[in-house]
């Protein structure tokens, strides 16, 4: 394989650019994706049906704690990869971790949220409404935890070989994976909650 | 458990098939173990990354997909030859049109388009392979599973039957109460991951992988459809994607996105499948509008006239693509500003389409044409094509849509935009290439009979559903009186699928004759060809190039072989880089069937724990360390000595 030294590690080879590149695409082909669940829910967000609505719904309590750890999660993965440029292994694998709790912790909060929901009898079956938000929702916190084993599995792999041309382009990849949670989390919290709680 | 639901009811012809399908598959599994194949099979195909293999195994199953769709379609020809026939019952007429339109389009055109792409793109740019050889693997095995779960669903449980649009609230678990639609939303979302997965690998390939000096404006015309077809992919299946899922939320948990009560909205689907649905006409028609503008410059010995306007056009018709989606339901309620908006963009395609119409018309002229069986199904693509796009623009008219819609009219101008568009276009396509994969020609006389025995057939077959559907008669209708009159041209309809049938038959016929009898290809080059792919051997090495070629102009080898500007430096050949082959796409690809058929009959417990598996495996494929091996330089040299001299390696 040759390592081009003039680029950053995860750069460093010519698969290693395009697997980059090639993620970048997958991203944008996440956009849309997730553009179509939010156009969706657009839809459905007034046909209640007899459930209850958003700003009945809605605590901007719990939201708020995941809101900042997601965006926390978004930092610290940022100094991971700063850390990993450096070639600081154990303060990368740090960051990481935290980064991954925090992911964690926002899996719990909303795992916790849908069981209130239901518990309110608020459940997938409710309305339109109910629907496209629980598919909205879970669509992101599913990436989330997907996003979560991914970084494990990550992780596992830098303890093992430390800081070499694969293991910093999957980094890399997953930060932008993880980035990208962080934007979509973005509009989830502004249309979804905010407007709801309006 | 309840053991009924996976029974299908019918008639002898559901019995039939199942045992034909039982036949099929013991004879497979016995004639591997008595051939002694199973490990040829293995290490050949089923752990294959090589991109010529699995474009090879793209186009076979296309081909079987095209004898499964084209027996639905003989089936519905001949239900409806004549008044009141009792050939197949309404039920399974609708389950009949219904696979027909899915496999045709989803496990037929396209995969037949993926399988040339895949062969063809990364030589015609001169790379070694695919950007992400592991990933195209995937890509094949999910498409492949796919298309097998909804093969099966004729035998088990049940097929869709509430038409490839799978309207709501037709396709809701009220009123399609069968697996069918189960098994829609679950064989479609697989294979639509594995076409996903190919939109990026393609783009990525394209955009980075291409010989040194190929800029993208003198890239190859194939290979700009292929780029423009895969962005196009990139961004309409995420919406199918979508779609499904709802689908299956509402079927198989019970959610309110297409309901008629609990605030659903049946028109959303509606929205959301055509969002996706009419980029995907453009995903099969753009590689086809590739394939002819590379048929037609060989064959002309020209070059291609207008490139810079035929990559033009093709930017505007994927743009285009995403905006005209509303065409398909004017008479569905959304008012007349809207149906405006989408007529006049609908019509508007017809514009860069036309553009390179004209083109093709003034690369022919003053060409010195060949009338080879590629380029005779180009020359007919035009003018029935053109029949196409022009009662499509008539189609687009919104207020006249009203007289014609869900006619037999529409089934007509979609099969004569469908047919020469891509059909004609993957068999051109097939001829064409085919010395490239396997080292000689088809034999060109049965390719002409065959073509003919296609061309007239097609216009026997489908001319007259225009006048039948004028006359008021209305597409999936299983049967109609005698005074109706639609007899004697329904009748004339089902000769031609016949003849059709027959056409199909003769072209099999033909890969069979000519893997016995033609001599093989010692030229590379029968052709005379144009672009890279005829710049290496035929069959070509497994690393396709043995020197990475340097490209200056447009139609590379063409003015290579016209200036004597050389393609390569012979004597820098070093050692190549290659993958190694893995089996773990493929059991990632059982893995996924699994999951699909355990979800359509809501098995939890094998559902649970296949989705694991999916997990599981795909942390597999992370801690994989292979990075593959090298071929050294002397065995590069070795290689290429003996394909000098005409032996197969």
Avoid: C
């Amino acid at each position: 394989m040759k390592i081009d030294a003039s680029k950053p590690l995860e750069y460093s080879t010519e698969e290693n650019s395009n697997k980059i590149f090639g993620f970048w695409v997958f991203l944008g082909a996440e956009i849309p994706l997730f553009a179509t669940l939010f156009t969706v829910y657009f839809v459905m967000v007034n046909r209640f049906a007899s459930g209850p609505s958003g700003s009945e719904l809605f605590e901007i309590g719990p939201v708020l704690i995941e809101t900042f750890l997601l965006l926390s999660s978004s930092f610290t993965i940022g100094l991971a990869i700063h850390a990993m440029r450096h070639g600081y292994k154990k303060a990368m694998m740090v960051f990481m971790a935290l980064t991954l709790l925090m992911g964690l912790g926002f899996i719990g909060i909303e795992i916790d949220e849908f069981f209130t929901y239901v518990h309110e009898g608020a459940t997938l079956q409710t309305s339109g409404f109910l629907s496209s938000l629980f598919v909205l929702l879970g669509t992101h916190g599913a990436h989330v935890s997907f996003g979560f084993l991914w970084g494990a599995g990550i992780m596992i792999q830098l303890w093992r070989h430390g800081i070499t041309p694969a293991t910093a382009n999957k980094a890399f990849i997953f930060s932008l994976f993880w980035h990208f949670l962080d934007v979509v989390w973005i509009f989830i919290f502004s249309f979804v909650y905010l407007k709801g709680l309006m | 458990m309840d053991l009924d639901k996976f029974k299908v009811h019918g008639e002898p012809l559901i019995y039939g098939a199942m045992v034909s399908i039982a036949l099929a598959t013991i004879g497979i599994l016995v004639g591997l173990t008595y051939f002694k194949k199973w490990g040829y099979l293995w290490r050949e195909w089923l752990t294959t990354v090589d991109h010529k293999k699995i474009g090879v195994m793209y186009i076979l199953a296309a081909l079987l997909m095209l004898f499964r769709g084209g027996v639905d379609a003989m089936m519905m020809r001949l239900q409806t030859a004549a008044p009141e026939m009792k050939f197949l019952d309404a039920q399974h007429y609708n389950e009949v049109f219904t696979t027909h339109g899915l496999i045709m389009i989803l496990f037929m055109a396209m995969p037949f388009i993926i399988g040339l792409m895949n062969v063809i793109i990364p030589l015609q740019i001169g790379a070694r392979d695919v950007a992400f050889p592991r990933l195209n693997a995937v890509s094949f095995w999910l498409f492949f599973m796919g298309a097998m779960l909804l093969n099966i669903s004729f035998v088990i449980g049940g097929s869709p039957d509430a038409g490839w649009s799978a309207y709501f609230p037709l396709a809701s678990l009220e009123f399609s109460p069968t697996v069918g639609n189960n098994y829609y939303s679950l064989a479609l979302q697989i294979s639509g991951i594995g076409t996903l997965i190919t939109g990026v690998n393609f783009i990525v390939t394209i955009l980075k992988m291409r010989a040194p000096g190929m800029k993208l404006m003198k890239m190859p015309m194939f290979t700009w459809s292929v780029l423009i077809t895969n962005v196009i992919i990139v961004f309409a299946f995420p919406v199918l994607t979508v779609a499904l899922a709802l689908m299956m939320f509402d079927r198989l948990f019970g959610s309110q996105f297409f309901t008629m009560a609990n605030g659903g909205m049946d028109m959303l689907w509606a929205n959301l499948f055509w969002v996706w649905g009419h980029p995907e006409v453009y995903i099969v028609i753009l590689p086809a509008f590739g394939i002819y503008s590379e048929i037609i410059a060989t064959f002309s010995k020209k070059n291609l006239y207008g490139y810079t306007s035929m990559v033009f056009s093709m930017l505007i018709i994927s743009l285009l693509s995403f905006l005209v989606w509303a065409h398909h339901f004017y008479t569905m309620g959304q008012g007349a500003m809207v149906n405006s908006f989408f007529s006049i963009t609908t019509m508007a395609i017809a514009v860069p389409t036309g553009v390179k119409i004209f083109n093709w018309l003034f690369t022919l002229r003053k060409g010195r044409i060949t009338f080879t069986t590629p380029m005779l199904y180009t020359l007919a693509f035009i003018p029935i094509f053109t029949i196409g796009g022009v009662t499509g623009v008539m189609l687009a008219m919104a207020s006249a849509d009203y007289q014609y819609h869900n006619t037999m009219f529409l089934v007509a101008h979609f099969h004569y935009v469908l047919i020469p568009g891509a059909v004609f276009a993957v068999i051109a396509g097939f001829h064409y290439w085919f010395p490239k994969v396997f080292g000689f020609r088809l034999n060109e006389r049965l390719g002409k009979h065959s073509f003919w025995w296609i061309v007239i057939s097609f216009n026997v077959t489908f001319f007259p559903l225009f006048f039948l559907g004028l006359m008021g008669m209305t597409r999936r209708t299983y049967t109609y009186s005698e005074e109706s009159g639609f007899g004697p041209l329904n009748m004339l309809s089902f000769v031609g699928a016949v003849g059709l049938a027959i056409g199909f038959l003769l072209l099999v016929y033909n890969i069979y004759w000519s893997t016995r009898y033609m001599p093989r290809d010692t030229t590379s080059d029968p052709w005379d060809g144009r672009t890279l792919e005829w710049a290496t051997h035929s069959p070509m090495p497994i690393y396709n190039f043995a020197i990475v070629p340097t490209v200056q102009t447009r139609d590379a080898l063409w003015s290579a072989k016209q200036d004597n500007i050389p393609l390569y430096d012979d004597t820098k050949i070093t050692k190549i880089h290659m993958p190694s082959n893995t089996g773990k796409p493929f059991i990632l690809g059982v893995i996924f069937f699994i999951l699909g058929f355990a979800l359509v009959f809501s098995l939890w417990i094998p559902a649970i724990l296949s989705g694991i598996g999916v997990i599981v495996m795909l942390a597999f494929m992370s801690f994989d360390r292979d990075h593959g091996y090298y071929i050294s330089a002397e065995e590069v040299i070795a290689t290429e000595k003996k394909l000098k001299r005409g032996e197969i390696v």
